[in-house]
């Protein structure tokens, strides 16, 4: 139905001229109310071909002016409308964006219908069969605000098979957004989304209400995790662990603040004394291989220390300082009788008579009998990442080294290890780490952590959605737990070849993204991972949804990266230059509907939606807790008295 004609076409917008006959901003078509009137209404006009050109109101004008020209053409209203092209929807009802063709001026302009919005948002085959409506094709976002009463769907594949952000201000809806998407997605009947594999890092602890096992598919499997759990609150959670064996030696650094060069090799021996060491007192075949690497390795110091010394008195002291801290080490860890004796049999060479030891010492030492080859093969074995070793051997390692760097004349390792050895102490004592030290199931590597702890392996379709309470953990921490998890599961992905890298998809969703996806600051990790999952990720199916209340803060790698984006009210200024400089379609209009916007409402653009919709989210039932606290209700109560007796 036609209301009105063009009288000016721009580049970028056309004016409408009403006609006399349209009085109002809403009419009736096939029992369906459409209002067009209204900022950010759809309108259409057309071109010479015959294509449709589909348009939104940004302004509405009143002109009382006469005009015989418009008269002619029954243009004398008052009101006029400045439109905004979008996009074409050519004769064969495809939609594009852009223009190609514009129309010319006095072109009829009409109402956009509900069957034109269907025909432009539902995907279509070439054989013109529509196949977005079926239950496990889309899932429903909310209502449009451009069109106003229709109901707005997302494809499943667009939204899912490419990185997408969740951006907005504290308070804008992105939880809730969140919360409706997962929702919708596991409460699919028929197959259950049983295939689908989602891990949420709930930095707030706000997620667990929205995704009670009451009110989703009963075939869908949900775990709840949080680390150090210590308050009858968390009986909701189970214990959730990151074993510190399988951190990688790059992990290791960044949480110990370790510099790349100087600290890096110092760190590398210390782990692998620390896989020795835990091995010399495990009863095992192999355990008097690793005493005989031991002694190989005493000798050595001391063989260094005898070869430096000026005097003997200088080489018994310091060899009897090193044999004392050796039998203090041993003892601090458990009694082990081969090595003290051992050690005494060699302290008891260190006898001295006027300054001379009459080479006692280096007798004993030539006369040792070690495994000379076997220690060597011990000492070029390397620690897997993901083996076992106990880190109570920690220290240990630390003295082991440090005496030998010491007995080589490098008088300043300790200071240059201090921050290094100051952290390691953190790690040791901290209760923020407790869930990487006392972990109550011990895992034979990285794919076994993955497969026990989230579900994740070949053909099975176990624990479909998993949220981690991240809350009570400091930044440093969560920053190590969120990378050295998404690292293991890329490292597991890009084993896939052929059609496997498309089965068994893994979606992260990054609450407060910004807090461990930085723009412009050195992350803890050397590489953050989650910008390389963001440039890779998708070749193997692993994805990112990130959500930030904060756009300016984060990785422009990432950001620019992602394909979808639901963008909430941002009203600081930093932040809307910041999407604008990132993203290269991102236009002057988006930035006044974003601050504009109200909680709840969202912009949608990207590889989900044809063109870029104004959308009402449909609140979550139940919602996560995440709003805000109503002060005059906790600050303005009436005083409960205790057995209703008055005070004096």
């Known amino acids: 139905m036609n209301i009105g004609k063009i009288i000016s076409v721009e580049y970028d917008k056309f004016r409408v001229k009403l006609f006399h006959t349209t009085k109002t901003s809403a009419l009736s078509l096939n029992g369906q109310i459409y209002y067009f009137g209204n900022i950010g209404s759809f309108l259409k006009t057309y071109n010479v071909i015959g294509d449709s050109i589909i348009c939104e109101v940004v302004a509405i004008l009143d002109h009382n002016i006469e005009s015989k020209i418009y008269s002619s053409y029954n243009l004398d209203s008052a009101r006029e409308l400045v439109i905004k092209p979008i996009g074409t929807l050519d004769k064969n009802r495809n939609f594009n964006m852009g223009i190609g063709i514009f129309p010319t001026i006095y072109s009829d302009v009409s109402i956009v219908t509900f069957e034109d919005i269907e025909t432009i948002l539902s995907t279509v085959h070439k054989d013109g069969k529509h196949i977005d409506n079926q239950i496990h094709k889309e899932i429903e ?14 494809n499943i594949n667009k939204l899912f098979n490419i990185h997408t952000a969740v951006l907005g201000n504290s308070g804008s809806g992105k939880s809730n957004t969140i919360a409706h998407i997962l929702q919708e997605v ?55 662990f990151l074993p510190y064996y399988l951190l990688n030696l790059d992990e290791w650094l960044a949480f110990l603040m370790a510099s790349e060069r100087t600290q890096k090799p110092f760190w590398d021996r210390v782990l692998q004394e620390s896989f020795k060491f835990y091995r010399i007192f495990q009863s095992t075949e192999k355990q008097g291989v690793y005493v005989n690497y031991f002694k190989w390795k005493t ?37 082990n009788s081969v090595l003290n004796t051992f050690l005494d049999e060699i302290n008891n060479k260190c006898d001295i008579s006027y ?8 007798g004993c030492l030539v006369d040792m009998k070690i495994d000379e080859e076997q220690a060597i093969a011990i000492n070029e074995e390397r620690l897997r990442t993901g083996e076992y070793f106990d880190y109570k051997f920690f220290k240990t390692a630390v003295d082991m080294v440090l005496l030998e760097e010491e007995a080589k004349g490098n008088t300043r390792i300790r200071e240059f290890v201090s921050t290094m050895l100051s952290r390691l102490d953190y790690f040791l004592n901290n209760s923020d780490c407790d869930f990487m030290r006392n972990c109550t199931i011990t895992y034979s590597n990285s794919e076994d952590y993955l497969k026990k702890c989230f579900g994740i392996t070949d053909n099975d379709f176990t624990d479909q959605l998993i949220v981690v309470d991240s809350s009570e953990v400091g930044s440093d921490v969560l920053e190590l737990m969120t990378s050295v998890i998404s690292r293991m599961i890329f490292d597991y992905r890009k084993k896939k070849q052929g059609d496997n890298r498309r089965k068994e998809p893994v979606h992260l969703i990054l609450d407060e993204a910004h807090r461990y996806i930085k723009k412009d600051a050195e992350y803890i990790l050397k590489e953050n991972i989650f910008e390389r999952i963001a440039r890779e990720g998708r070749k193997f199916s692993l994805y990112l949804l990130i959500s930030s209340q904060r756009p300016s803060e984060l990785s422009s790698t990432v950001l620019s990266q992602c394909g979808n984006y639901i963008v909430h009210r941002i009203q600081n200024e930093i932040d809307m230059k910041y999407i604008y400089s990132v993203l290269p379609y991102f236009s ?18 990207g590889n989900c939606v044809p063109m870029p919709l104004q959308v009402k989210v449909t609140r979550a039932n139940p919602d996560p807790n995440s709003e805000n606290c109503d002060i005059s209700k906790e600050w303005f109560q009436k005083k409960i008295l205790k057995d209703n007796i008055a005070p004096f």
């Open 588 to 605: 002057d209009d988006y930035t006044t509907k974003i601050k504009q916007a109200v909680p709840g409402e969202a912009l949608i653009f």
């Open 186 to 240: 596991y409460r699919k009947q028929d197959n259950h989304a049983v295939g689908a594999k989602t891990i949420l890092f709930d930095v707030n602890g706000e997620y667990p209400r929205a995704f009670e096992k009451k009110h989703l598919n009963e075939q869908i499997q949900i775990k709840f995790y949080k680390p150090n759990t210590t308050t009858k609150s968390d009986i909701f959670y189970a214990d959730f």
């Open 355 to 362: 300054g001379n030891n009459d080479g006692h010492l280096s």
């Open 141 to 154: 976002i909310g209502r449009s605000k451009n069109l106003i009463n229709y109901k707005i769907s997302l």
């Open 299 to 335: 000798r050595n110091i001391l063989n260094i220390i005898v070869s430096k010394a000026d005097s003997d008195t200088a080489k018994i002291t310091a060899a009897q300082g090193v044999i004392l801290r050796f039998k203090n080490i041993i003892a601090e860890i458990q009694s």
